[in-house]
Nanobody, 118 residues
Framework: QVQLVESGGGLVRPGGSLRLSCILSGDNLRIYDMGWYRQAPGPGTQRELVAGMEAGGRISISDSVKGRFTIARDNGKNAVWLQMNSLKPEDTAVYYC??????????WGQGTQVTVSS
């Protein structure tokens, strides 16, 4: 059974940095496309892709975070990270780690809260 556990969220001032971590257990991360999604507070908000890194290494980054966020993975550690710099209040959201298998099954972590506020 694949499980994802995120960590690293918290409260940070505008302009600050956070690094989110996601550990996959129950399988080998190298075969999964990995991604970080977020869902902002409030009714009607949708979960949106922030950054993704395919098993083959191709990276996609949302325009809203390009130049500020980077994604990295270490297959040997079954881990993926999201480095977030120059954080803005609009980055406030619950961040979710996602793993997509070769059969296109989606797995989700429990989410970690990121709050950017002075």
């Amino acid at each position: 059974q694949v499980q994802l556990v995120e960590s690293g969220g918290g409260l940070v001032r505008p302009g600050g940095s956070l690094r989110l971590s996601c550990i996959l257990s129950g399988d080998n991360l190298r075969i999964y496309d990995m991604g970080w999604y977020r869902q902002a507070p409030g009714p009607g908000t949708q979960r949106e892709l922030v950054a993704g890194m395919e098993a083959g290494g191709r990276i996609s980054i949302s325009d809203s975070v390009k130049g500020r966020f980077t994604i990295a993975r270490d297959n040997g550690k079954n881990a993926v990270w999201l480095q977030m710099n120059s954080l803005k209040p609009e980055d406030t959201a619950v961040y979710y780690c996602n793993a997509k298998s070769v059969k296109r099954t989606n797995y989700w972590g429990q989410g970690t809260q990121v709050t950017v506020s002075s």
